[in-house]
C-alpha cells in the first residue's frame, strides 16, 4: 500500500510500504477513506521529536474515517463495509484504567497512538490507505448515519479534545473566557464556549486568518505578536483577569500566557500537547495566584466520541466549517511544509489516498 512515511525534519514521502495484516484476534484492518493532518503531527513532522520516532518507517496521522475490510475471529462488533473512525489512542475499554475514564492511559495498549512512533506503540498511521486496529472492539467506532466522511474525522481527536477542555472549564454563563490557540480545535472550543456564556470570549493567536475566523465564530481576537495582550485582557474583565483559560497552542510560551492573564482563583486549562520536555513555568504564580489547572493532553477522546457525535447529528457544530484544504496522498509532502508554515490559509487539511 501507500502511505506517507516519516525521514527527518520536514521530510515526508508518498512511498510502498506493506499492507498491514491481522497481528492478533482482535484486530480489525481498515481502508482510509479520508484522514487530516493534526497540529500534533506537526511535532514528529518539524522532527522536534525524532528521539520517539523511526525515520524511514514511521507513518503518520491519527484522524481518520475508514470503511472495515478484514476481522480478526475473535472481533464481535464489526463486520466488513462497516464505516467506522477510531479515537486517536488505542484502549481496550476492559483494564481499571479505561473503566476509570483514562483511555488514553490504556493499561492493555500500554498508550499507544496510531502514527505516533516508537514511543507510543509504533503504530501505522491514518495518512496510509490502510490501518491495523488492535484491540478493535475496544475503541473502534461506527460511525453513525448523518455523518459525512470530512465530519467523521473530527470523532478523532479535535471535537472530543475541544469538548474536554470546554468541560473541564466548567463555564458558568458570567464567565469571562480565553482560548489560546486558534487553530482547527480552538474554534471548535470557541464554539462550544460561546454556547456557554455570555460575556467576553478572547481568542489568542498570531495568525491572521485564524484570528478572522474567532471573530466570525463571536470571540474578540487578540493578536499575540502586535496587540497589547495584558492592557485587553484587563478592558474585557474589569482589571480582574480572565476566569476560563483554555490553552492549545501546546507551547510553553502559551501556558505561561495563560498563567499570565488568568484571574486569581481562575482556571487554566490545558487541551494542547506540550511534548517540550522542559519549560519554565512559575510555581510561584500559580500558588499566588491560587490557579486551577485542569489538564488534559492527553485527552480521553473515546470517552467523548459518542457526544461528539450527537454535536454533528444535532447539527450544533459543524467541523467541517475549520476545513480549509483537501489534497491527495501524494500532495502531503507539499501541502504538510504549508501546514507547518501556517502559509496560504492553512488551517485543516483533509487527506484522500
Ligand atoms: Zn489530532
Ligand atoms: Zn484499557
Redesign the pocket.
Known amino acids: 500500500m501507500r502511505a506517507v512515511v516519516y525521514h527527518g525534519a520536514g521530510d515526508v514521502r508518498v512511498e510502498d510500504v506493506a499492507d498491514p495484516t491481522i497481528c492478533d484476534p482482535n484486530d480489525v484492518i481498515v481502508r482510509t477513506i479520508t484522514t487530516s493532518m493534526?497540529g500534533?503531527d506537526l511535532y514528529l513532522f518539524n522532527g522536534e521529536v525524532d528521539h520517539m520516532v523511526a525515520p524511514g518507517r514511521t507513518t503518520l496521522g491519527?484522524?481518520i474515517c475508514a470503511e472495515v475490510v478484514e476481522v480478526g475471529s475473535n472481533v464481535g462488533r464489526f463486520r466488513v463495509g462497516d464505516r467506522v473512525t477510531f479515537p486517536?489512542s488505542v484502549s481496550c475499554g476492559r483494564c481499571a484504567t479505561c473503566r476509570m475514564g483514562q483511555t488514553a492511559h490504556c493499561e492493555t495498549s500500554g498508550k499507544a497512538i496510531y502514527g505516533f512512533g516508537v514511543a507510543f506503540g509504533d503504530l501505522g498511521g491514518s495518512h496510509a490507505e490502510y490501518v491495523r486496529v488492535p484491540l478493535a472492539d475496544g475503541h473502534l467506532e461506527h460511525v453513525p448515519e448523518g455523518i459525512d466522511d470530512e465530519s467523521a474525522l473530527f470523532l478523532?481527536?479535535?471535537l472530543p479534545g475541544a469538548m474536554i477542555a470546554v468541560d473541564s472549564a466548567d463555564i458558568r454563563p458570567t464567565d469571562t473566557v480565553a482560548v489560546i490557540g486558534a487553530g482547527p480545535t480552538g474554534q471548535l472550543a470557541l464554539q462550544l464556549a460561546r454556547s456557554r456564556t455570555g460575556r467576553t470570549i478572547l481568542a489568542l493567536d498570531r495568525v491572521p486568518d485564524r484570528l478572522a475566523t474567532a471573530r466570525r465564530l463571536g470571540a474578540q481576537p487578540v493578536d499575540v505578536e502586535h496587540d497589547d495582550v495584558a492592557a485587553i485582557v484587563a478592558e474585557a474583565t474589569e482589571g480582574r483577569g480572565v476566569d476560563k483559560v483554555i490553552e492549545f497552542a501546546g507551547r510553553g510560551a502559551a501556558f505561561n500566557q495563560a498563567v499570565a492573564i488568568t484571574r486569581p482563583g481562575g482556571v487554566i486549562c490545558g487541551g494542547g500537547v506540550h511534548l517540550e520536555q522542559d519549560f519554565g513555568v512559575s510555581l510561584f504564580d500559580l500558588y499566588f495566584k491560587n490557579l486551577q489547572l485542569r489538564l488534559n493532553g492527553f485527552a480521553n477522546a473515546a470517552t467523548a466520541m459518542w457526544e461528539a457525535g450527537r454535536l454533528i447529528t444535532t447539527g450544533v457544530i459543524a467541523p467541517r466549517s475549520v476545513v480549509s484544504h483537501r489534497v491527495t496522498l501524494d500532495e502531503v509532502p507539499t501541502a504538510a511544509k504549508a501546514f507547518a508554515a501556517r502559509e496560504d490559509g492553512f488551517n485543516k487539511m483533509v487527506i484522500r489516498p
Open positions: 493534526c500534533s491519527h484522524e486517536y478523532s481527536c479535535n
